[in-house]
């Protein structure tokens, strides 16, 4: 043990394991126009960055509700022709699972205009999806309870638009608190400029 205490000391002796004070490179600080430059191009990257991941989850928010209406439509044109519809024969109505559908392409419809705008009013909008998709997931699992077997297979019709508005609050939160990382570094920038 206490070799290794020996070793440990010698090593901080060494400062090998230290930060370096001056960089050997001839490196120097950045002046107040290169600081604002780098913030300013930080700003630019993060909200490149925003607008790339809000448009790639509204694109698939907007497939999944493409297949709901496409689920919509073949309900409505020949009942029960669509194996996840089908295990609900005889549980439910053709049109209350129409009308279920609906609720979720409502839902995700909401999920779509939060995520399109960065603003708190808009991001209301992914809640309201999230609370709509709640009550859908129990509304499916209540009719999935009822089945004479438990069915993997329509394990998304509760889940899948609850997990898509889930994935857009965490997406939307990712993104607001990397807009709130660059806007410090823009205020340090000026504080350190007052001071």
Known sequence: MKKL??????SIDDDKFALPIHDDDGARPLD?????ELVRYFERNQA???RLWRAVFV????CYILFLLYSIIRQVSSPWELRHHAY?????YSWVIISADWVAIL??????KGLRHESMHHRR???YSWYTNIVLAIFWLNYMSRLPKFRWD????PFGPLTASTICLYVDHLLIESSEEVRKLHGYMYAYKAN
């Open 59 to 62: 694109t698939l928010l907007f």
């Open 48 to 50: 490149q960055q925003s």
């Open 5 to 10: 205490a020996r070793k440990f000391r010698n």
């Open 88 to 92: 609900f024969t005889e549980e439910i």
């Open 154 to 157: 329509v394990i998304w019709l």
């Open 107 to 112: 839902a995700c419809s909401f999920a779509v």
């Open 32 to 36: 107040s126009q290169e600081q604002e």
């Open 125 to 127: 909008w992914i809640w």
